[in-house]
């Protein structure tokens, strides 16, 4: 059978090369693909948002499968477009594919199921937003000091109550004269300010825990993690006014806070049958000690103790079996790769977000520890009978390190001339995937075309070892091997949590 997977990352790489070693796989054809699925898989100068083309191009080529990687081409609707041309592909459809798309729909059939997740509230303008976040309950105590004729003493319960009574205080048409101040009393500790504009900057800055999401697709951005609530305001800023997201941006959640260590579950399911993945953990920051900038993803490893058998069971059982369930119920099944996002807190794990596809760099690691054939069990979730699957793992760990371009996440550069990738490819139970590489031809004529650098995560570069240490140690020999001028890795992926202090 020939197959087709749809997209350009280390993800669609590992796809790819785990498709390849099914023996009944003849070709496997990567669209638009890397300098990483040109040497794996056949590269098709197709791009995921151009379903006719794909679409015509699957027909003339008779490919038996297309695999859907990004979440893009699924909210756009690609497997909709398929199915109606009568082709066989993997992922969900686009109604579906909105428990990632719209954060507010997984919310609200979150909230219908009663799967564990934070309390949100939804809104539409930036007006209500602010007034939501300045009536959050802060607690502070205003006093006037000075000439004011204002009672003395106020308790307000919320930002909004105590910018007020700051304001009355303070007002100016009072004619008070100079001398009246205002003191703010939060738990305890007093601090004294004489104009509107100070006393508003430290109740702003209180701290509060908020989390502000833009609604829709923001490329893994758009969610805004604030300590304070001029944070929380900055982010509905952005958001809503300034719409730095677009249209993803219409609609604004807002939730508590959760505290606790972080996590994800994959699991394939065609509907009816759920079969967990091995479990696995990423690493979002950009540097090591989980220190600097949010990322796409830095480096992953598997299995991850964090995940227990116990754990797992609760996951399927208070989230997966809710959530596909839900989905069924609300006419918009669910057939492909559904990821929890899952926050570890003391009342159980809750639910920070569904992805609809494949998690990278999680993939990658997972994948390299599949033994069975990855095509029958996708197959066997769009044919729904993934009953008859029973996935088979290789027992050792895998881990992952990914090489960014210098500069990643913020700006950075391309073209960067990448070498002895074949070198580090040798290593024993080693196999660098491509994220953002491209070929280019070399200029001396008669010589192999470049692997060149060309987005922000350019390689994962992924081992199997009898202990994670050891998986680890091969997966840095192999980082070690990789000429990339410029290329940035954290050293410290799926290294022992420091050892906690003696008594
Ligand atoms: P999301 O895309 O919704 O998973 O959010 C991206 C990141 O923001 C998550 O990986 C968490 O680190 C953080 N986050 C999201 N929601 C919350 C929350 N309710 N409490 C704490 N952190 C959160």
New binding site residues.
Partial sequence: MKVLVIGKGGREHALCWKLKQSPRVTTVYCAPGNAGTALDAQNVAIEPGDHRGLAQFARREGIGLTIVGPEEPLAKGLVDFFQREGLRIFGPRRDAAELEGS?VFAKELMRQAGIPT?DYRVFRSAPDAEHYILSREVALVVRSRGRSMIRNTIHCRTAAETLEAVERILDPREMLGPGVQVEIEDRGARKVFGTFAEARDYVLNCPL?L?V?ADGLAA?K??Y?CGTLRQALEAIDQIMVRRVYGQAGDRVLI?????GR?TSVLALTDGRTIVPLVSSQDY?RALDGDEGP?TGGMGAFSPTPMVTSDLMEEVEREILVPIVHALKRARKPFRGVIYA?L?LTNQGPKV??FNVRFGDPETQVILMRLKSDLLDALEAVVDERLDQVELEWDPRPSVTVVMAAEGYPGPYERNRWIQNVEGADRLPDVKVFHAGTKLRPDPEAGREPRIVSDGGRVLNVTALGDDLAKARERAYEAVAKIRFPGGLYRRDIAAEPAPAPEA
């Fill in positions: 954060k934070a825990g989390v999401k893994g758009g969610v993690v939730e508590e806070r959760l505290d972080e979002k949010n996002g926050m920070l977000e």
